[in-house]
């Protein structure tokens, strides 16, 4: 082989990786594009005896590739200690705030006729009984990465609760807006 032909087989060999990462981008701006928006309906179900008790439904609408987060829940006020400044007739209380609710992180990413749909579920709640005079903070945290059909729900995930006998369980459906 001559120097020559050397020089042109590498200046072919840089055309082509020239070309296939020009299509690589093509097709990453074309999963990207700025005007696709994905509807993501997660559905939370509580059975008992399997039976659906309770359904609570939660919408996120994000861009592919982005992270779209829901936040939902309240302060609880927990008493830390009391503090009597001077008179006796006075008592200040102290307190810490306790958040509690459901917290929803999710990302999709394109494929060619499915999602692949990551999500991240932190849900606290304060539990009904009550033994030591402060509350108990029941959490349930999930986080998943799924490959999931368009428009067809699709169960994530489902567990046995801890304290009681039902399940808990999270739905998901990704729709592509248009």
Do not use: W
Request: net charge positive.
């Amino acid at each position: 082989m001559t120097l020559t032909s050397i020089s042109k087989f590498a200046a072919y060999i840089c055309l082509a990786f020239t070309f296939v990462s020009v299509a690589a981008r093509a097709q990453e701006a074309k999963l990207r594009s700025p005007n696709d928006v994905y509807r993501v309906e997660y559905i939370f179900s509580e059975l008992q005896d399997s039976k659906k008790v309770n359904a609570r439904t939660y919408i996120v609408l994000v861009r592919p590739m982005d992270k779209g987060s829901l936040r939902l829940g309240s302060r609880i006020p927990i008493a830390t200690g009391a503090s009597k400044e001077g008179n006796p007739l006075v008592n200040t209380s102290q307190f810490m705030y306790l958040d509690v609710g459901v917290n929803i992180d999710c990302s999709v990413e394109p494929l060619d006729s499915d999602v692949h749909l990551y999500t991240g579920v932190d849900i606290s709640r304060v539990a009904p009984e009550n033994r030591i005079g402060q509350p108990i903070v029941r959490t349930t945290k999930v986080q998943l990465h799924n490959i999931l059909p368009l428009g067809k729900p699709t169960l994530l995930t489902s567990a046995d609760e801890v304290d009681t006998t039902g399940r808990f369980q999270i739905e998901a459906t990704v729709t592509k807006m248009k």
